[in-house]
């Protein structure tokens, strides 16, 4: 029984993960400038990988591989900030506006 809760637990938030991926993405291709661009892959693809971290640590056969899908999530969030901030500053520094209606 409480297996079949934890496994039904785990996919529910692994298909959760997905959507925001998906979400993301989308929000890549139809935003219309740079900066909202990034605005929606890094925070949809963020939720989207702690979603999924979270449950894949719920099917976790030990507290090792627990440790290294946190590490390897802080180390994501750590790479898409870095990633987003160059980004969004190289295209200030070309003097690409905002986009405004």
């Known amino acids: 029984m409480m297996d079949s809760l934890i496994d039904g637990l785990s996919a529910a938030l692994l298909i959760a993960g ?6 993301g ?4 291709l139809r935003f219309p400038d740079v900066y909202t661009r990034l605005h929606a892959l890094t925070k949809a693809d963020n939720l989207g990988l702690g979603l999924v971290v979270i449950g894949l640590v719920l099917r976790a ?5 627990v ?3 946190i ?3 802080l180390l994501v969030l750590t790479a898409s900030g870095a990633a987003s901030q160059l980004v969004a500053n190289w295209s200030l520094a070309r003097r690409i506006r905002p986009w405004t209606r």
């Open 18 to 23: 997905g959507a925001f991926f998906f979400a």
């Open 25 to 28: 993405t989308l929000g890549l």
């Open 61 to 65: 056969e030990s507290a090792a591989d």
């Open 67 to 69: 440790g290294k899908l």
């Open 71 to 73: 590490v390897i999530w």
